[in-house]
RNA sequence: CGGGGUGUAGCGUAGCCCGGUUAUCGCGCCACGUUUGGGACGUGGAGGCCGCAGGUUCGAAUCCUGCCACCCCGACCA
């Protein structure tokens, strides 16, 4: 391994790629497009989870569990989800390998099991669940459901990376249904403050909330909420998404309820994701060309210890000044590891863990034990000092606090700082080619125009915000009127 | 899926054009010793179906064909 990342100002996505790699999150497998989750990016992804999940329940969700196959006759049933995906399906046609008779020791598909209806790897579960709904609800009291699932999808990509875009990934899918229209709307804002919020409080990653244009909308949704985050190259992630589905699924899958005034009715619906893409959010939103910064929230291990030692009876003294360390950050639920391997010095270790992004690192040495202190390191800062072995607990239970806010901080103000307002499509092609980022032009609202631009200059709208002040102007490109400024972006 | 590139030990590579001893070097790995406040040093050692499958040839890492994977640029996409 060589010692130093690919920095990003040389190259962005060769330093994203060596640092998946080289911090041990993932590394491509022998399927192609699909990545093997190593033990230290699963556990941040289980982070994410938890937290997820525990705001998914305290809203009111439940967790389920559908089938990773859709029958062909259901997933073509929508027709504008179903065209939507159609493109990058995997389909299992056949249930049996046998010998091959021509070619010795190897297997081959058994030509006699094909499947009589072929069953497609879901994309997304909107067909395979509007199906199961279907046989739950028959009157309004059987609504609303409000389901999640976590689960792999697959979607044959062209163009792979690691947690950005996958063939097969890690997900949630929340589907709800519901009795009436304005129901449905506030679960689709809710999960969408969510998400926002998960974002910035716990990931520490600035976002701003919108909604998608007609041509950027999830296949088969009326509207699409989004959560659209910034990288430190310029380019735009959508990080979450949170669909109205309005009634298209119901009346797809015939989902009728009876009302309280007794007559029939389709129900209404939402469905909403995040994904293992968020670990690519949260990689390119924070570390540096160091490698990985992890905000305290989501570190697998916040703290680190780190021992400097010349023989066993120091290791053995620091041992015991680490072990008290370590049960008083327990007691205040800061999670922390004592790095005593004997097989790598302290250089190498503090390599490693700055690498890795451990937040915030003590290092104890013959020093420190005799003047009673621990050097610490904060990982978001890469600064250092000297202090005593008093409050140490307090001092880094507040200093997790700081480490999340000034991560986060950071964000948004290179975030901020990289909304630019242009009037002209000059002004537009020179921002984007120049500083990039976020882009906040007048757009006359035709699907047509936005093509055009898409075409001219890679950029995509990536989303109307929701708090977007009414104003009067002219189109970048067409010059016709516009009400209101929209986000530009190139994008993940 | 279209254009371009790359595949040699765990990683990074030389050799390939112009076929011919035992496939080069660095890192990493193993053993022993000395070390340990920012990726240690010395000595010794192990590790290779040269991406895979065919073909040409007395002989292939090297030439030819097919396939696979990865990277970059497009199209597609969360």
Sequence with gaps: MSKNLTSRSEDYSKWYNELVVKADMAEN????????????????WEKMQAELDRMFKETGHQNAYFPLFVPKSLFEAEEKNAEGFAKECAIVTHYRLQNDPDNEGKLRVDPEAKLEEELIVRPTSEAIIWNTYKGWIQSYRDLPILVNQWANVVRWEMRTRLFLRTAEFLWQEGHTAHATKEEAWKETKLINNVYANFAENFMAIPVVQGLKTESERFAGAEETMCIEALMQDGKALQAGTSHFLGQNFAKAFDVKFTNKEGKQDHVWATSWGVSTRLMGALIMTHSDDKGLVLPPNLAPNQVVIVPIYRNDEQLEEITNVANNIMSDLR??????????????????????????????????GPKDLENGTVELARRDTLTKEIVSLDNLADIVKNLMTEIQDTLFNKALSFRDSHITEVDTFDEFKDVLEGKAGFISAHWDGSSETENKIKELTKATIRCIPIDNKAEEGKCVLTGNPSKQRVLFAKAY
């Excluded at 590891?337 to 390599?351: E, L, Q, S, V, Y």
């Excluded at 690498?355 to 003590?362: A, D, F, H, M, S």
């Design 331 to 364: 007691a205040k639920g800061v999670s922390v590891k004592f790095d005593n391997r004997t097989t790598h010095r302290p250089g190498a270790k503090f390599a490693q863990h700055e690498l890795q992004g451990v937040p915030l690192r003590i290092a104890i």
């Design 29 to 44: 497998s022998a399927v192609r497009g699909c990545m093997v989750i190593k033990p230290y990016g699963y556990a941040i």
